[in-house]
């Protein structure tokens, strides 16, 4: 297994994963938001390639506005991860993250941080495993404007 620095070549493949780990989205616009984030000086892109094939992705933004539970800006943050489910279990989100860890730490950020849904237990238990400490829990609420 080897893990890359996604370019435009690897557009078809991020954006394939990404529907897998947000299945509702519309593919031909996810699609364009990764072209853009591959070119993205803020943001980085890493894929884990098994035997030929893009297993899995993390995608890393660096953020200068507050997050969560942070003490130091800025931060760099998770906006997803994905491995494949034949793929799972083998370490290669350990090393996904690990990348994304080197990437902020090599922009001056010393915390990375991340966020699931409140139900969503078994990322909540994924984000445990990988060393992640919860923050804080929120209920956010809008209101249309007539």
Same mark, same amino acid.
């Given at each position: 297994?080897?893990?890359?620095?996604?370019?435009?070549?690897?557009?078809?493949?991020? $954006?394939?994963?990404?529907?897998?780990?947000?299945?509702?989205?519309?593919?031909?616009?996810?699609?364009?938001?990764?072209?853009?984030?591959?070119?993205?000086?803020?943001?980085?892109? @890493?894929?884990?390639?098994?035997?030929?094939?893009?297993?899995?992705?993390?995608?890393?933004?660096?953020?200068?506005? @507050?997050?969560?539970?942070?003490?130091?800006?800025?931060?760099?943050?998770?906006?997803?991860? @994905?491995?494949?489910?034949?793929?799972?279990?083998?370490?290669?989100? $350990?090393?996904?993250?690990?990348?994304?860890?080197?990437?902020?730490?090599?922009?001056?950020?010393?915390?990375?941080?991340?966020? $699931?849904?409140?139900?969503?237990?078994?990322?909540?238990?994924?984000?445990?495993?990988?060393?992640?400490?919860?923050?804080?829990?929120?209920?956010?609420?809008?209101?249309?404007?007539?």
């Amino acid at each position: 297994m080897i893990i890359v620095k996604a370019g435009q070549s690897h557009l078809n493949e991020v $954006t394939s994963l990404a529907m897998q780990l947000w299945p509702d989205n519309v593919e031909t616009e996810l699609s364009a938001d990764f072209e853009e984030t591959l070119e993205s000086p803020k943001d980085i892109v @890493y894929v884990a390639i098994v035997e030929g094939m893009s297993v899995g992705f993390i995608h890393m933004s660096l953020r200068h506005d @507050y997050v969560e539970g942070s003490d130091y800006s800025p931060v760099g943050y998770v906006e997803g991860i @994905y491995v494949d489910p034949a793929f799972r279990h083998r370490g290669i989100s $350990t090393r996904l993250l690990a990348a994304g860890e080197e990437w902020s730490r090599s922009l001056g950020c010393s915390q990375i941080a991340s966020d $699931t849904e409140l139900d969503n237990q078994g990322s909540q238990e994924f984000h445990k495993k990988l060393g992640f400490q919860e923050a804080n829990r929120i209920v956010a609420f809008i209101k249309d404007l007539d």
